[in-house]
């Protein structure tokens, strides 16, 4: 089967996780940065080890890029080349998530962060057949004084470029309680709701999400394998999860990637989807994933688009973009 040629759609990607590392080299020369000259030094510091031991580790990867991502440019250049690198793969709707607060360091405020990466995408949705949104971030470590004004900035773009809210970072069991407010207020202004939750051993924390925070979706969620009120829960109400089965392996959510839930999901009715979380830290692309999941699981091309449409049915996107989506599908 050929992977490359078949149409896809990601719903969990993080901007800072899928910097092309030339990019890295370029912006660090521009900043006066320094980074290693030997290459698999500097891959080093943009991939998750093959060795890497949890979420905690995996997480440094992310320092240098956000280190560089502090400057109109360099926003929208990575906005554009993460678009552009989907769509040479296929990829005709992806949802890339980032957290604006980590990119006010050298003052840029948070409107102009994400027209920034708004503008890339709308460069390469132009350029190529993708279309796309975004989903602002906040990360469970950082402070929360200054959420409501984040997603106040956001409210310029909402549907029409924005699209959602969602929680993300290292996660600690029964998180959701300190976050009920922001996900409220977001509801309010008109923001859809999705979660990191139950990727890292808590199972109860996707039931929270969805029962305290209102979460429409839920980041990994593989850990409701071991809390049956939220399996139950997340299998009646149809929540979709979203997938991220390297990602997994490498944070050692999931020993190895046969031993990963989602196929067991799947044929128990389930809602997946399938993504990449981080292209650069995870050294992975969408082609490869659905390759691996599909060659690992024995799955049918019937069983892809049986999952294509799960992410069609449960992407923050206008009607008539899933109409154009559902049109990829052979008849």
């Known amino acids: 089967m050929d992977y490359q040629q078949l149409a896809k759609i990601e719903l969990h990607c993080h901007l800072d996780g899928s910097v092309r590392p ?45 280190q560089l991502m502090q400057t109109e440019e360099a926003l ?58 975004y989903i602002l ?59 990191h939750a139950g990727e890292q051993w808590y199972g109860k924390n996707v039931l929270d999400a969805v029962t305290l925070l209102g979460a429409e979706r839920i980041g990994h969620g593989v850990y409701i394998k071991d809390h049956q009120a939220a399996y139950d829960m997340v299998k009646q109400q149809a929540v979709a999860l979203e997938v991220c089965p ?30 990449t979380d981080n292209r650069t830290v995870s050294n992975t692309t969408m082609t490869d994933e659905v390759r691996k999941v599909m060659e690992t699981f024995d799955l049918t091309i019937d069983d892809y688009y049986a999952i294509y449409r799960h992410s069609v049915g449960n992407a923050f996107a206008s009607d008539s973009v899933k109409q154009h989506l559902l049109s990829y599908i052979p008849r």
């Open 22 to 66: 030339q990019t890295i080299r370029d912006l660090a020369e521009q900043s006066g940065v320094s980074v290693p000259d030997d290459e698999q030094v500097l891959l080093d510091l943009l991939v998750a080890p093959e060795d890497c031991q949890n979420l905690d580790e995996y997480i440094d990867c992310f320092k240098l890029p956000i």
């Open 76 to 133: 929208e250049r990575i906005s554009f080349e993460l678009y552009e690198d989907a769509a040479q793969e296929n990829v005709k709707y992806q949802e890339v998530r980032f957290a604006p607060l980590l990119h006010t360091r050298n003052g840029l405020s948070v409107e102009q962060i994400i027209d920034s990466v708004i503008r890339g995408m709308q460069r390469a949705e132009q350029q190529y057949d993708i279309k796309g949104n």
């Open 137 to 195: 971030s906040i990360v469970r470590n950082m402070p929360t004084d200054n959420v409501k004004a984040m997603l106040d900035a956001g409210k310029t773009w909402l549907n029409n470029g924005v699209v959602a809210f969602d929680i993300a970072g290292g996660e600690q069991p029964d998180f959701s309680a300190k976050y009920t407010e922001f996900t409220r207020y977001a509801a309010q202004l008109g923001y859809r709701l999705t979660v």
């Open 246 to 275: 390297t990602s997994n392996v490498n944070t050692k959510c999931i020993e190895s990637l046969p031993q990963h839930p989602i196929a067991d999901f799947y044929h128990d009715g389930v809602v997946v989807t399938i993504n």
